[in-house]
Nanobody, 126 residues
C-alpha cells in the first residue's frame, strides 16, 4: 500500500518562500508522475503542478507559473514543491499525489489520480 506524506507547510508572510516535500512509502514511485494540488474550504481541489516520470516534464497552473517549481528525487522516493514569492491567494491545504499516467494531470482528470497524501496547510499573510 502506497502512502504519501506531505511536510513543510506553515504560516509565512507574503513574498516569502516555502518548500513542501512529499515522501512516499510502500513501493518505489520511479515510474509514477507526481502532482500537487491545493484546496480551500468550500472550493474544489485545484491543480498546482505536476512532474512526469521519465523526462521530468513539468506542468503548472497559470497562477503559479514563474513562482513555483516542482521536482523529484527518485533516490529518496520524494517529490518537492518550491514555492517562492508567496501571495495571500496561495493560502490553502496542499496535497501531493502520484499516478502512473502523466496525462492524468495534463487532462485534469483529478478523479483518476491513484494516490493522495493527506495534505499540509500553507497560510500566507498579506
Amino acid at each position: 500500500q502506497v502512502q504519501l506524506v506531505e511536510s513543510g507547510g506553515g504560516a509565512v508572510q507574503a513574498g516569502e518562500s516555502l518548500r513542501l516535500s512529499c515522501a512516499a512509502s510502500g513501493r518505489p514511485l520511479n515510474a509514477y508522475s507526481w502532482g500537487w494540488f491545493r484546496q480551500t474550504p468550500g472550493k474544489e481541489r485545484e491543480f498546482v503542478a505536476a512532474i512526469s516520470d521519465r523526462d521530468s516534464l513539468t506542468r503548472y497552473a497559470d497562477s503559479v507559473k514563474g513562482r513555483f517549481a516542482v521536482s523529484r528525487d527518485n533516490t529518496k522516493n520524494t517529490a518537492y514543491l518550491q514555492m517562492n514569492s508567496l501571495e495571500s491567494g496561495d493560502t490553502a491545504k496542499y496535497y501531493c499525489s502520484a499516478d502512473l499516467n502523466y496525462l492524468t494531470y495534463v487532462r485534469g482528470d483529478t478523479y483518476r489520480v491513484q494516490y493522495w497524501g493527506k495534505g499540509t496547510q500553507v497560510t500566507v499573510a498579506s
